[in-house]
């Protein structure tokens, strides 16, 4: 054995025993993410606005119908802001957990502010539908970012290990 310490031991960089999700099983969470968030408070708001009183059959056909509002509004959404999104901050090196939650809850809430903010004029009502939008849009960014900002994270740190791995000319060394 060497008796000084040695920078590097090896050569082969370390691969993780636990796969992760692919990015189509990350998307398919942040879907359900944000599916079960805009579910749940647009299944809460409707409660709230009965008055709390409301049969179990009518709960759980108030929830499946919801899930397949918000979950056709969730993929939507997604497809048409939430990857442009990702292209965009990943051109511009950006990625990170709390932009992707910024923009999801603004498109969110913008998205059904102008599907159903002009058909009523009760602000509980249009509440209703865009609080509900905001939070999906919040939660389905929020678990897509977090995977996005863990590969920037990763391909920075592989950018700086083979920066440093670089190895320098030994002429241009005796040179300078």
């Known amino acids: 054995m060497l008796e000084e310490p040695q ?9 993780s025993d636990r796969r992760g999700l692919s990015g189509l099983g990350n998307f398919i969470a942040a879907w359900i993410w944000g599916t079960l968030a805009g579910t749940a408070s647009l299944v809460a708001g409707f409660a709230f606005m ?24 969730a993929a ?9 999104i990702t292209a965009l901050l990943r051109a511009i090196e950006m ?9 999801g809850a603004f498109a969110g809430l913008l998205i059904l502010w102008v599907l159903f903010g ?4 009760d ?5 209703l539908f865009v609080l509900p939008g ?18 920037a994270k990763a391909r920075q740190t592989e950018r700086e290990n083979l920066e440093a ?3 320098t000319n030994p002429i241009h060394d005796l040179i300078h």
């Open 7 to 15: 920078e590097r031991v090896s050569e082969i960089t370390e691969i």
């Open 123 to 127: 602000v509980s009502e249009i509440l």
């Open 95 to 103: 990625e990170a957990a709390w932009l992707y939650s910024g923009f």
């Open 165 to 167: 791995q670089k190895r």
């Open 76 to 84: 939507a959404g997604m497809v048409l802001i939430g990857l442009p």
């Open 134 to 151: 905001m939070l999906a849009g919040l939660a389905s960014a929020y678990r897509w970012g977090r995977w996005r900002e863990g590969i």
């Open 118 to 121: 002009n058909s009523s004029t």
């Open 50 to 73: 009965e008055g709390g009183v409301t049969s179990m059959m009518d709960l759980v056909g108030g929830i499946v119908a919801f899930g397949i509002f918000v979950g056709i509004y």
